[in-house]
């Protein structure tokens, strides 16, 4: 309920703000839009971001009656993210562990791609990830045979996919998600907007059948569980950005609603058996940011927040509740190669949605 209430205080407050109009001479309006006075076109400049983050996909998993919180061997996370008009792809670089981080946690493949596709209202988001070999985070608290030794508790075999997305949609014309989501835009003047958005996504659990006790020894488990799920959640949002020449601050609180529909496979010297499950959840996201912006680069910080509340027990897999984030970028804006101009023209030539309307 206190994040309800959050929610709506800072509804109240932007909105009074995002309220405030600025007037506009009327031989100026002839040139330009009041919408341009907010924000900066830089679409049609190709803009590199280096980025260094904490985010790691972190999940409760059920072992016998206990709970145990799984974590891939990843540590600081960085990427290069390319934003050319409609399009932002971002690219994993993954720093490899040291051997004694591998002895004591294991060996982490993964494979991330994210690809967002940014219009004038609509926002979408596309993530595929692929994460093989998980550890333990609280290997005290299994049975000491199996957590005892210099190592956690790992499950080499342990493989999740998810495919995600979100799609969200701005009603405030003078607001941009561009200028914080892809930087192809710059917020001018401060302004906000109501954000209403979905997330969904596509898990597959599989590959727990095996594990490494503390000493590194393999030990084949009885009783085991894969786990194949859809979860969708609803966020009623609002986002504001503060400007002051250059810097910029960025705030918004994205409370929602949705359900967690998933099947699980026991399997057990018995056979296997199948159980069909459902979930409500209730999620609560918040984020601020702080950076600068010129014509060229730009550069600045960002911290996530995500609380979510399933109502579940120790037999069921569970994403993790609350997960804090912060994401520290550079970014540079330059002329596009024709190489990279030619064939976006011709693709949104043919799909002219795609085209930006201030082209």
């Known amino acids: 309920m206190k994040y309800v209430c959050l929610f709506f205080t800072f509804f109240y407050i932007f909105s009074s703000v995002a309220q405030d109009d600025v007037k506009v001479d009327v031989q100026d309006s002839l040139t330009i839009s009041e919408k341009d006075l907010f924000i900066a076109d830089y679409s049609n400049r190709l803009n590199i971001k280096f980025e260094v983050s904490n985010e790691i996909k972190e999940y409760f998993f059920p072992y016998r009656e206990n709970v145990v919180k799984l974590s891939p061997n990843i540590g600081i996370r960085y990427a290069l993210v390319f934003n050319y008009r409609f399009l932002s792809v971002r690219l994993g670089i993954r720093s490899k562990p040291s051997s004694e981080e591998e002895k004591d946690k294991g060996n982490t493949d993964q494979f991330q791609l994210s690809v967002k596709l940014l219009f004038d209202k609509w926002t979408h988001r596309f993530e595929y990830v692929r994460v093989k070999g998980y550890y333990v985070k609280n290997s005290y608290d299994l049975d000491p045979i199996i957590s005892d030794g210099d190592n956690y508790v790992q499950f080499p075999d342990l493989t999740t996919n998810v495919i995600a997305g979100t799609s969200a949609y701005k009603f405030n014309d003078k607001y941009s998600i561009k200028a914080s989501q892809s930087q192809t835009e710059i917020q001018l003047k401060s302004a906000g907007s109501f954000v209403p958005s979905i997330d969904y996504w596509l898990y597959v659990f599989n590959g727990a059948d095996k594990l490494l006790n503390g000493y590194g020894d393999e ?74 912006n010129s014509d060229k680069y730009y550069f600045g910080v960002n911290y996530l927040n995500r609380f979510t509340d399933e109502n579940r027990n120790n037999r069921d897999l569970q994403f993790q509740t609350l997960k804090n984030s912060f994401f ?32």
Request: aromatic content about 16%; overall charge positive.
């Open 219 to 292: 030990i084949d488990r009885i009783i085991y569980s894969d786990f194949v799920g859809f979860n969708i959640v609803v966020n009623a949002g609002y986002y504001y950005t503060f400007v002051l020449k250059k810097w910029y601050a960025d705030v918004y609180v994205a409370p929602g609603i949705g359900v967690d529909i998933y099947k699980e496979t026991v399997h057990s010297p018995d056979g296997s058996r199948q159980q069909n499950q459902s979930d409500f959840v209730l999620s609560v996201q918040s984020g601020a940011g702080i950076g600068y």
């Open 328 to 359: 520290v970028f550079f970014g540079y804006r330059f002329k596009a190669p024709k190489t990279l101009s030619k064939p976006v023209d011709y693709i949104e030539k043919k799909v002219p949605i795609l085209k930006n309307d201030k082209k």
